[in-house]
């Protein structure tokens, strides 16, 4: 299986901030954001395995900036590390304000998807790797996120079976 740059799974993605995109505060949802960025993550692992992927994780998502009605909302991802099955994808949200011209980032993310065949089992991907300098680093720091979201799996596998599926607990 060939090898992939980075860049090869880039994915872009611009959206206008309109109303139904937002709260009482007017800025977008925090969960709004978050499906923009699980959509454009997805495409750029798609671009990368060429093959249907799943997301098996997310990253922290913390927002930056406050995303106001009438701006655009600007995402770039693409795949930063591959394992076996599995790739991480970093995402970049940039907001800009339409009339101003002022941008800034609005939040960045980690999100790992996983490739599966037609009967949605785990299958092998190419591997990737980094050109820039940018792309360097991300890659350079990839596998110490993938030990830490592999030990938070395990915690909240954890939690699952402890608290299980009926409510209240003690039932």
């Not at 994915?11 to 959509?39: C, Q, R």
């Not at 098996?56 to 099955?85: N, R």
């Not at 050109?131 to 991300?138: F, V």
């Amino acid at each position: 299986m060939d090898q992939k740059p980075c860049a090869a799974s880039l994915t872009v993605k611009t959206s206008h901030v309109l109303p139904p995109d937002t709260n009482t505060h007017g800025t977008l949802f925090g969960g709004k954001l978050m499906a923009h960025i699980d959509d454009v993550a997805a495409i750029a692992a798609v671009r990368h395995a060429r093959k249907p992927v799943v997301t098996a994780s997310t990253d922290s998502v913390d927002f930056l900036a406050p995303v106001k009605e009438g701006d655009s909302i600007c995402l770039e991802a693409f795949v930063t590390w591959t394992h076996k099955t599995s790739m991480e994808v970093f995402v970049k949200a940039v907001t800009e304000d339409l009339i101003t011209g002022e941008r800034q980032v609005c939040t960045t993310a980690f999100l790992t998807f996983v490739a599966v065949d037609e009967n949605g089992q785990p299958t092998a991907i190419p591997s990737v790797y980094p050109e820039s300098e940018q792309e360097k680093k991300l890659n350079k720091g990839a596998e110490n996120r993938a030990k830490r979201r592999n030990k938070r799996r395990s915690e909240s596998k954890e939690l699952a079976a402890t608290f299980g599926t009926a409510f209240p607990w003690n039932e």
